[in-house]
């Protein structure tokens, strides 16, 4: 596609059950990024992809959180066992080089009840 | 480790008017490249402008320029002749070796008729 694509663009979920956010980046775009939006807040850096390695998972806020992408394409943000903290906008994000800059998708939005 | 600062949660300007955001940043990096994005309340993160570190000359796109003082890690955003759908959230962002792109904790700019 054209654009950077996520899905779910809403997701309601019950607290305890696990989710996956999926992230479509511009094709041939070798940099993928996870960050978390709460109402109102900035943007909370989860992880990186160059690749499909992830030289920077710093963010991820606990071990609930996993992220993977495949084939230089794809990637999947897994949170385990949800809690009510973790509803937020989940924004994704690919880039071509470092000198370009990096075009977002829509965004999840994750509910947690 | 690469860090940007926002030091402004909120300005409002009269429309027509002229507002300065300010951004401070750190790396150890020679080579680096910033941005401002704007967020309106659609959630759509869009490029404003962007600056090659390498550049002394300051970026400028219509109404949007830029002050990047390199030695002293500064990089405002001036917007010029402020229009009501310049309301938005601004944030600062920083891309270094290795394509990480980290974001300061955004500005939210209103503009009043």
């Known amino acids: 596609g054209a654009g950077v694509s996520q899905s779910p663009s809403n997701k309601v979920t019950e607290k305890g059950k696990d989710v996956e956010l999926r992230c479509d980046p511009i094709?041939?775009?070798?940099?993928l990024y996870w960050y978390r939006q709460r109402l109102g807040q900035g943007l909370e850096f989860l992880i990186y992809?160059?690749?499909?390695?992830?030289?920077?998972k710093s963010g991820l806020p606990s071990d609930r959180f996993s992220a993977e992408r495949t084939g230089e394409s794809v990637s999947t943000l897994t949170i385990q066992r949800t809690q009510q903290e973790d509803s937020a906008v989940y924004l994704c994000?690919?880039?071509?080089?470092?000198?370009?800059?990096?075009?977002f998708g829509q965004g999840t939005r994750l509910t947690v009840v | 480790a690469q860090t940007v600062t926002q030091s402004q949660p909120e300005m409002s300007v009269q429309e027509a008017e002229t507002v300065t955001l300010s951004c401070t940043y750190d790396?150890?990096?020679?080579?680096?490249?910033l941005f401002w994005y704007k967020q309106p309340p659609s959630r759509q993160m869009i490029l404003v402008i962007r600056?090659?570190?390498?550049?002394?000359q300051n970026a400028t796109e219509n109404r949007f320029s830029v002050n990047f003082q390199k030695a002293a890690k500064s990089f405002s955003l001036k917007i010029s002749d402020s229009q009501l759908g310049d309301t938005a959230m601004y944030f600062c962002?920083?891309?270094?070796?290795?394509?990480?792109?980290?974001f300061g904790g955004g500005t939210r700019v209103l503009v009043k008729p």
């Open positions: 992809f160059q690749g499909n390695s992830a030289p920077d």
């Open positions: 790396t150890s990096e020679s080579n680096y490249y």
């Open positions: 094709s041939g775009h070798t940099a």
């Open positions: 600056q090659e570190a390498y550049k002394q």
């Open positions: 994000a690919s880039s071509l080089r470092v000198n370009t800059e990096a075009f």
């Open positions: 962002a920083l891309k270094a070796a290795g394509n990480k792109l980290t």
